[in-house]
C-alpha cells in the first residue's frame, strides 16, 4: 500500500489541531483510520516532521551467495534431500543454522523446484538388454534357475526430488527384494516327458 502523501498528512493533522473535531470525526471525514492520526500526532510532537517512514529493509539474509552456491551443488548432487537433512549437512558442513522455510525460500530463489520423481528400473537400458538377450540365447536352458521377484518393493524410494525449472528429475531404483526364492526346476526330464507323449 502507498503511504499517504505529506500535503494529506498535514491536512489530516491541522483539522484536529483546530479544535473543531474529535479524532474520530476527522477519521470518518478523511477516511483514515483514528490510529493514524494518533501516530501522526505523535510523531509531529516528538519529531515535528510528518514524512513516512521508508522501508527499513527487514532482517538481513542468513545465506551469503557461498551457502547458495553450496546448496545449489548439493541439491544437484542429491536431488531428493529432504529439506530436514539439507538444514542437518549445513549446520554440520558450513557451521550456519537456518529454519526449513528459509531454506525452501533459498531453493526457490535458486529455480530449484520440487517434482514427483519418475522412478525407472536401473535395468532399463535397451543396449545392456539386447547384449543380455543375445547371451541368454546361447546359454543352455538346463543351465537356468530362476529368481522370484515378488517380494521386490521400491517402498523405500523417495518420491520427490528437486530440479531446475522445467527439467524432469528420474531416478533408476534397484528394487530391494525382501526375498529370494530359487526354484531349480529339471527342464531336462520336463522335456523328456513330454516327447515321450509324442
Given at each position: 500500500?502507498?503511504?499517504?502523501?505529506?500535503?494529506?498528512?498535514?491536512?489530516?493533522?491541522?483539522a484536529y489541531?483546530?479544535?473543531?473535531?474529535?479524532?474520530?470525526?476527522?477519521?470518518?471525514?478523511?477516511?483514515?483510520?483514528?490510529?493514524?492520526?494518533?501516530?501522526?500526532?505523535?510523531?509531529?510532537?516528538?519529531?515535528?516532521?510528518?514524512?513516512?517512514?521508508?522501508?527499513r529493509?527487514?532482517?538481513?539474509?542468513?545465506?551469503?551467495?557461498?551457502?547458495?552456491?553450496?546448496?545449489?551443488?548439493?541439491?544437484?548432487?542429491e536431488?531428493?534431500i529432504t529439506?530436514?537433512?539439507?538444514?542437518?549437512r549445513l549446520?554440520?558442513?558450513?557451521?550456519?543454522?537456518v529454519?526449513?522455510?528459509?531454506?525452501s525460500?533459498?531453493?526457490?530463489?535458486?529455480?530449484?523446484r520440487?517434482?514427483?520423481?519418475s522412478?525407472?528400473?536401473?535395468?532399463?537400458?535397451k543396449?545392456?538388454r539386447a547384449?543380455?538377450?543375445?547371451r541368454?540365447?546361447?546359454?543352455?536352458?538346463?543351465?537356468?534357475?530362476?529368481?522370484?521377484?515378488?517380494?521386490?518393493?521400491?517402498?523405500?524410494?523417495?518420491?520427490?526430488a528437486?530440479?531446475?525449472?522445467?527439467?524432469?528429475?528420474?531416478e533408476a531404483?534397484?528394487?530391494?527384494?525382501?526375498?529370494l526364492d530359487?526354484?531349480?526346476?529339471?527342464?531336462?526330464?520336463?522335456?523328456?516327458?513330454?516327447?515321450?507323449?509324442?
Amino acid at each position: 500500500m502507498q503511504a499517504y502523501s505529506i500535503d494529506f498528512r498535514q491536512k489530516v493533522v491541522s483539522a484536529y489541531e483546530n479544535g473543531l473535531e474529535t479524532i474520530i470525526e476527522v477519521a470518518e471525514r478523511f477516511e483514515v483510520s483514528p490510529s493514524f492520526i494518533k501516530k501522526m500526532l505523535a510523531r509531529k510532537r516528538s519529531t515535528g516532521d510528518l514524512k513516512p517512514i521508508g522501508h527499513r529493509g527487514g532482517q538481513k539474509k542468513r545465506l551469503s551467495d557461498e551457502h547458495r552456491k553450496w546448496l545449489l551443488k548439493t541439491v544437484l548432487a542429491e536431488p531428493d534431500i529432504t529439506l530436514a537433512d539439507l538444514q542437518e549437512r549445513l549446520e554440520r558442513e558450513k557451521g550456519i543454522s537456518v529454519s526449513v522455510p528459509t531454506l525452501s525460500r533459498e531453493l526457490r530463489a535458486l529455480n530449484l523446484r520440487r517434482k514427483k520423481k519418475s522412478v525407472v528400473a536401473r535395468e532399463r537400458n535397451k543396449r545392456k538388454r539386447a547384449w543380455h538377450w543375445r547371451r541368454m540365447s546361447r546359454l543352455s536352458h538346463q543351465r537356468l534357475r530362476f529368481l522370484d521377484e515378488a517380494g521386490a518393493t521400491t517402498v523405500l524410494t523417495r518420491l520427490y526430488a528437486r530440479a531446475i525449472g522445467g527439467a524432469r528429475t528420474t531416478e533408476a531404483v534397484f528394487p530391494e527384494l525382501r526375498r529370494l526364492d530359487f526354484d531349480d526346476c529339471d527342464f531336462g526330464s520336463q522335456r523328456s516327458r513330454g516327447n515321450d507323449d509324442d
